[in-house]
């Protein structure tokens, strides 16, 4: 039975009050029920798409006029571009590096990522291509990013600095790939590839937020470079 509207409104008002009090603790809080669901989703596929919708439901730890400040904002486009430049950069450093180390089968992480959306639509291949475009260029960069470069960066940055909110909101952002790749079935050297590529690639859009100001910029970042993996895995790896 749902909640009634002024109980939500009550909860939501506490969990905000909280969060303005003890961002970092509150931040901590959120991200172990985001980890523990996105972890799980390794394990059962409606944990992983719950796990995108939760991501989107960090902004409930922040009043609207709150939102600027954690990096729900406008960017300058140079800014924007360069560091949309230097995460390109790292996804392919890393991708490089992941091929050189584990090769093009199975043992390679990236090699996977067409088999998650194969799993979303078995048997119907388009809509799994417009799945993985949309999903990879759009969805998870804007979810993840106002999550992880929005609410998790702002709160340790007000804190602990910038330095430390790149790094808290890269490691964050890396561990919970591990309900993505390498857990179901299990495979070590998954794990060694997909820990240090996905945490270099979170620095650059750490990098990215500090230079922009903006997780939004973040989330393009991520797009394009999302883009541009998903099409050298199809077509290279």
Avoid: K
Avoid at 77 to 90: H, K, R
Avoid at 129 to 146: F, H, K, T
């Amino acid at each position: 039975m749902p909640l009634p509207l002024s109980t939500r409104r009550r909860t939501v008002h506490r969990v905000r009050t909280h969060h303005r009090a003890a961002p970092v603790d509150s931040a901590v809080r959120l991200y172990a029920v985001l980890a523990a669901v996105r972890i799980g989703g390794a394990f059962t596929l409606p944990l992983m798409v719950l796990s995108v919708g939760l991501s989107a439901l960090a902004l409930l730890v922040l009043d609207r006029r709150d939102w600027a400040a954690a990096g729900v904002r406008r960017f300058r486009p140079w800014p924007a571009v360069a560091g949309t430049a230097l995460v390109v950069l790292a996804y392919a450093d890393t991708m490089a590096v992941s091929r050189v180390a584990f090769g093009r089968g199975t043992d390679n992480w990236a090699a996977l990522v067409p088999e998650l959306f194969r799993q979303l639509a078995p048997g119907a291949p388009v809509v799994g291509a417009v799945a993985m475009v949309l999903c990879m260029g759009v969805l998870v960069p804007l979810v993840e990013e106002v999550c992880y470069r929005g609410v998790l960066y702002s709160a340790v940055e007000r804190a602990h600095g910038g330095v430390a909110a790149i790094a808290v909101s890269s490691g964050a952002w890396a561990l919970v790939h591990l309900g993505d790749y390498g857990l179901q079935p299990f495979n070590a050297r998954v794990i060694c590839g997909v820990l240090p590529s996905v945490f270099v690639m979170g620095l650059a859009l750490g990098v990215c937020r500090a230079w922009t100001g903006s997780a939004l910029a973040c989330a393009v970042a991520q797009g394009t470079a999302n883009l541009l993996l998903l099409g050298w895995v199809l077509w290279v790896l």
